[in-house]
T-cell receptor
Framework: DSGVTQTPKHLITATGQRVTLRCSPR?????VYWYQQSLDQGLQFLIQ???????AKGNILERFSAQQFPDLHSELNLSSLELGDSALYFC??????????????FGPGTRLTVL | DAKTTQPPSMDCAEGRAANLPCNHS???????VYWYRQIHSQGPQYIIH???NNETNEMASLIITEDRKSSTLILPHATLRDTAVYYC??????????????FGTGTLLAVQP
């Protein structure tokens, strides 16, 4: 158990809909990362937040957005869903000042299926 | 971040050492080598990282060549639970403004009974 929690575990929805994925980082971790893993693209970095502020952006579509709240949990919002958005979405967290500075701890993921 | 090349798949007998190679010929002086693994559809798990000296922890050993252009992850006594995709990643230790990870395609290690 990495200490990172993600909800829901599974999500099935239809094209055109909007969903919200939630992530709670490990206690004390200020950085939260979102990754997408699809069959054809592999594991891709989407976006990072650090203490509430966006720190880095990767291959994140404009239809996707994220935020990190004062209690450090994060949400990834996916809108106007397409079939190709079906994937595993992972959240990871890291501690910027601790001994494991460079280790990212991954959650169990949310499996999104768009029908 | 430097690009890495790994074999797509490898087999290993249970109880034997698994040696997973990684080429990173364009690595720069301030870049570290990281290894993560992903057991079927679970979240990736950090294994080890290093700069130029060999590193060992409770999970594995990391051997980096003197010219730093390649490295080998060693699982000393592979078990069936080590069957996973292993990712070799090269990036700055402090990642600049971010510690994002750029995953390649990795090596699928299949440990055989």
């Amino acid at each position: 158990d990495s200490g990172v929690t993600q909800t829901p575990k599974h999500l099935i929805t239809a094209t055109g809909q909007r969903v919200t994925l939630r992530c709670s980082p490990r206690s004390g971790d200020l950085s939260v990362y979102w990754y997408q893993q699809s069959l054809d693209q592999g594991l891709q970095f989407l976006i990072q937040y650090y203490n509430g502020e966006e720190r880095a952006k990767g291959n994140i579509l404009e239809r996707f957005s994220a935020q990190q709240f004062p209690d450090l949990h994060s949400e990834l919002n996916l809108s106007s869903l397409e079939l190709g958005d079906s994937a595993l979405y992972f959240c990871a967290s890291s501690d910027p000042v601790g001994r494991n500075y460079n280790e990212q701890f991954f959650g169990p993921g949310t499996r999104l299926t768009v029908l | 971040d430097a690009k890495t090349t790994q074999p797509p798949s490898m087999d290993c007998a249970e109880g034997r050492a698994a040696n997973l190679p990684c080429n990173h010929s364009t690595i720069s002086g301030n870049e570290y080598v990281y290894w993560y693994r992903q057991i079927h559809s679970q979240g990736p798990q950090y294994i080890i990282h290093g700069l130029k000296n060999n590193e060992t922890n409770e999970m594995a050993s990391l051997i980096i060549t003197e010219d730093r252009k390649s490295s080998t992850l060693i699982l000393p006594h592979a078990t069936l639970r080590d069957t996973a995709v292993y990712y070799c990643i090269v990036r700055d230790y402090y990642g600049g403004a971010t510690n994002k990870l750029i995953f390649g395609t990795g090596t699928l290690l299949a440990v055989q009974p």
